[in-house]
């Protein structure tokens, strides 16, 4: 990745009451910018035909990186809401905090000549990306991987789910239990 990304998301990490908080990296243009060309980067010679993103930060980084590497982007939405036309619907396995996610794709938005990179702010169990990507890969599209700002996978998800972070968890600073 990027090593200018890479400090910026550093500098501006916090803890806030032991959550992690990315949303700093979102309100300053060049550490927004530089993120979403470090997200891009590792993909721009991979054959993407359009970026996906989960609902919400997914839709803002994963909009800007399919700007960034001149394709459309595809939403993936949670829960309820409008979202119309014929969809393609995954119950996530369990996250982090054991909350299993129905996620839905309009099935129009994904092909057969479509490669695929979800792009999202954080990584962790990997179970809301093996749910896009079977989504993708119901609808005929190929994964092409996962693009994060952190990446806290398992080495072996990681490399089935092919994901790419800017930053690792262990290279984020400790929680003081304080902030």
């Known amino acids: 990745m990027m090593p200018h990304a890479r400090g910026l998301v550093l500098e501006r990490f916090r803890w806030i009451g032991g959550h992690a908080d990315v949303w700093q990296v979102f309100r300053d243009p060049e550490t927004l910018a530089a993120v979403v060309r470090g997200l891009a980067e590792p993909f721009r010679e991979d054959g993407v035909t359009a970026v996906c993103g989960i609902e919400s930060r997914g839709f803002l980084l994963g909009a800007a990186a399919a700007v960034e590497l001149g ?7 949670k829960r309820e809401g409008i979202f119309p036309g014929k969809k393609v619907t995954r119950r996530s396995d369990p996250d982090y ?3 299993r996610q129905e996620l839905r794709l309009q099935r129009m938005t994904v092909g057969p000549k479509d490669r695929v990179l979800l792009v999202d702010d954080w990584i962790e169990t990997g179970s809301q990306a093996s749910a896009v990507r079977s ?5 005929g599209g190929q994964w092409a991987g996962c693009s994060v700002i952190v990446d806290q996978t398992a080495p072996a998800r990681r490399a089935d789910l092919g994901v790419r972070g800017i930053v690792t968890v262990a290279e984020l600073p400790a929680w003081d239990g304080q902030s």
């Open 135 to 139: 989504m993708v890969e119901e609808c």
């Open 97 to 99: 905090r054991g909350t």
């Open 71 to 77: 394709v459309g982007f595809v939403a993936v939405r």
